[in-house]
């Protein structure tokens, strides 16, 4: 067993002091609180006296304030090797693309795992103790699958299980390069030729305690309308993600090839629902919003990408208000922060509508540790019988001291800077100290990438 008293934490909705937590296999079985009681009781489980408690000598303390495990929804690895290059000039999304695409025809197997596995280390720094992976990057530069089909696949579930972070796998895939236009150039490697085929190679992928295997639809100008239905049942059961409405180029080729939204077209194609995940959602019409809503669809919003590609701002506020649940991602790692993305959340609504107080502390707290749309609904929440994860940020940093130490410190003052310890399923896997070391990996796995 491993113990922890958390010098305050946020429990049941609320930041309290002095919590207590125990830990068998992985997951909490005991969380108490000592302002959650009456401060002449003992605690309730083992009747031991509060000076005992708080003084055993096998209890670690962990100062600051505690949050539980974030999750990552959106997540395409490869991209963390453009972060400041990307930006020397100026462009639109689709001349990013086409620098990323550079990127992704340089890679194997084994420069992938080096460059997924330093990636993940980033985020277990910061306090993401999950992943959702939208992976699509599957063959050889021709196109012609490795020995292992899957080899990429295996790279990146490698990588996580060394990093000490779970991922959803979120197989994904990619058949065109836009409506009613083959695959070309890098593209080639994204391909499996048909959903059957798609569907065939991820059938052989195995998830486990720490992995969930997922499936993703690229978007709709990438899986033909008549291919979506074989997709959406090889999804059943599990997570499904999709990239939806991210370019206005997007909405108005779908609109003159099939007549409708891609969220429409997804609705149609029985792909829309509590276990689908719609990315971006970021230029949608009112009609499309009531789709997602009463679908009760995952929102992944990611900000920090969004507005440095120039996609826009979301209607976040209005997809939670109609029944859809926000998550968050760093997508393209221009930064890794999910403090940023979810205080992004608010303020981007703020310039969006000149108004402010869209989202509260606790909202924004929901949305950074929702672990559903993963599959992973056991996680998200300091409470017995929960996975095990913490998060704990130094509440007397430059950016933090004077805050309060509450919730509010954390979602509009905290940055993934001031993330001191982490703890995925009882296992510590990041604390400040790792910071160098994990710098060095990154510039190591980059610089192999960039030099081929």
Known sequence: MTSYLLERAWVDGAVRDDVLVEIVDG???????????????????????????????????????????????????????????????????????????????????????????????????????????????????????????NAMGHALIAAAAEAGIRIALLDTCYLSSGFGRPVESVQLRYSDGSAEAWAARTAQLNGDDRTVIGAAIHSVRAVPREELPTVVEAATGGPLHVHLSEQVAENDACLATYGVTPTRLLHDAGALGAHTSAVHATHLTQADITHLGEAGVNACLTPTTERDLGDGIGPGRALAKAGATITLGSDSHAVIDLFEEMRALEMDERLATQQRGHWTAAELLAAATAHGSLGFDDAGAIAVGRRADLVTIDTSTIRTAGTGADEHAAAFAATAADVTHVVAGGRVIATRDDHEQIGRELAAAIGKVHEQ
């Open 27 to 149: 997951r909490f079985v005991r969380v108490s609180a000592a302002d959650s009681r009456n401060p002449h009781d003992t605690p309730e489980h083992d009747g031991e006296s509060r000076g005992s408690w708080l003084s055993a000598a096998e209890t670690r303390r962990l100062p600051g304030l505690t949050l539980p495990g974030l999750a990552n929804c959106h997540s395409h690895a490869f991209h963390r090797a453009l972060r400041g290059r990307t930006q020397r000039e100026r462009g639109t999304f689709w001349t990013w693309r086409d620098q990323m695409y550079g990127v992704a025809e340089r890679l194997t197997p084994d420069s992938y795992f080096e460059l997924a596995r330093a990636t993940y280390r980033e985020m277990a720094a910061t306090g993401i103790t999950t992943v959702g992976e939208f992976h699509y990057l599957h063959h050889q530069l021709d196109g012609t699958p490795y020995a292992d089909p």
